[in-house]
């Protein structure tokens, strides 16, 4: 078991994205996929999860750099609300 299993307690899965890519190595892209797109699928709402044309477009801009994800603006249907 990965050493990073054993003390794995992210405040969000968006915490739990950049977490498994750093602690994992697993690429961002597909981490982010992990915690936005396969929950979508799972529960049914197609038009959310990716950044695609047609999608529903809810979208946030963060920032990692200090070891902690800070959000700095947020969209949601394509249109600036935070």
Do not use: H, K, N
Request: aromatic content about 6%; charged content about 20%; glycine content about 8%.
């Amino acid at each position: 078991m990965p050493a990073c299993w054993t003390r794995y307690a992210p405040v969000s899965l968006l915490e739990a994205a950049f977490q498994l890519s750093r602690e994992l190595g697993i690429p961002l892209p597909r981490t982010i996929a992990m915690v936005t797109l396969e929950p979508a699928r799972m529960v049914g709402l197609s038009d959310r999860g990716s950044i695609e044309p047609g999608q529903r477009a809810d979208l946030l801009e963060v920032d990692a750099g200090a070891g902690f994800t800070l959000t700095r603006q947020v969209w949601r249907e394509g249109v600036r609300i935070a």
